[in-house]
């Protein structure tokens, strides 16, 4: 067997929400736990800490990850989806798991696998966290998937919990409302483990209260603790330098306003960490030394200690093109306002969603003054492009529709000037695509 059947296994022998949908979802954690026995409980062997929420979670994730291992940490990272390639999931110290790895797991639990007949989010779980037990990390950072409470990914018991965020968002499967998502995502929060908020709403802070109480665990909100004192985007889209009450001035790489109530996550995290006795570090004699010297490091070099793609992404400059992967409601009240800010002679958008998604929220979001290239990720589930032109109109918007993402993208870039900003988003599956294209 070869990576490619392998990967393809993967996602065509087993249910897959990314791909399918609802249909892919499977609740419970029946079969996390038979996995996980069959494997001989794996996540035991290595601390955790665990991140769910609507947004986010991705960014602070990595961001975490970063610090960790710059503190000398060997670190495990679990995220969802990737981008180009399957191995961008499962890595340890920013390096991806290896093919070989992945053929020769498939290939030998081939039969266990079918007679379990597990999802793909469930079996590529209990993947990672067997390879993080086999590469001996210290620390693993685990982003759920989807929700929280009967996320398979719930199975481990954290050093510290972290909730981004609530919007709405997979209503279908989570909710109609606030409260709803927000009693799904708080199916995270353990017993006597802290847990970090970083926004909240009057409704979602109720039943996070609650639900901290109810297991004694110690919560901490982020928005509370005033850790950002002021931060100011660099030119050109390099980063954002930060004045914090904790951590002195650092830069990041990551861009976008939206990115600063992930930095004020992070921190917080940050803040309980070195409380239970982490995020410290050693110079050559063996002395400890705070993460504060660490900590420029770590920020200003998050995707390449860690891999991360797709926030913000600056691709190249004149004429402009960036690439999020945002794609929800709650993304897009802060990608608008970011791209309606844009100085340029002309905002170009090349624009696609998935159909489950609140379309009607997400298109009333979007910036008028913009050129739209209405297009599809390969996806069964993407939305066509020729209804995304006729909701664009209604609110309107203008542009014309592509078939392809490369497509659309090259005609995008057909007449645009050095002075120009070429935006690529919307799904997940859109800037997976245009990436792709890029190797």
Known sequence: MTYQEATEYLFCKTSNFEH??????????????????????????????????????????????????????????????????????????????NEKYVTTFVESEKAFIESLNPTFFELTTAMAFKYFKEMDVDIAVIEVGLGGRLDCTNIITPILSIITNISLDHTQLLGNSLEQIAMEKGGIIKRGIPVVIGESTPETKMVFDTLATEVHAPITYAEEQDEIISWEEMPDGQGISYHTKHYGDFQCELSGAFQVKNMNT???????????????????????????????????????????????????????????????????????????????????????????????????????????????????RAFPETSLKIFGEQFGLKGDCYPTVEEAYQAAMQGATSEDFIFIGGSTYVVSDFMKSRI
């Open 20 to 97: 399918q949908g609802v249909g892919g979802y499977k609740e419970g954690l029946e079969n996390s736990q038979k996995l996980d026995e069959h494997f001989g409980h794996p996540h035991e062997h290595f601390r955790c800490i665990h991140i769910a929420g609507t947004n986010g979670k991705g960014s602070v994730s990595n961001m975490i990850a970063a610090q960790l291992q710059t503190c000398g940490y060997r670190v495990g990272l679990y995220t969802s989806p990737h981008i180009i390639d399957f191995k961008e999931r499962i890595r340890v110290n920013g390096t991806p798991i």
């Open 266 to 380: 992070v921190l917080a995290a940050m803040r309980q960490l070195e409380g239970m006795g982490y995020m410290i570090s050693y110079d050559e004699q063996g002395h400890s030394k705070k993460v504060i010297s660490e900590i420029d490091n770590a920020f200003k070099n998050v995707t390449n200690i860690t891999g991360l793609m797709a926030r913000w992404q600056v691709i190249r400059s004149n004429p402009t093109i960036v690439c999020d992967t945002g794609h929800n409601p709650g993304a897009w009240e802060y990608l608008s306002k970011q791209l309606e800010n844009v100085k340029c002679r002309e905002l170009r958008i090349v624009f696609g969603l998935v159909e489950d998604k609140d379309i009607y929220t997400i298109m009333s979001l979007l910036p008028k003054n913009a050129t739209y290239y209405y297009t599809k990720g390969s996806t069964k």
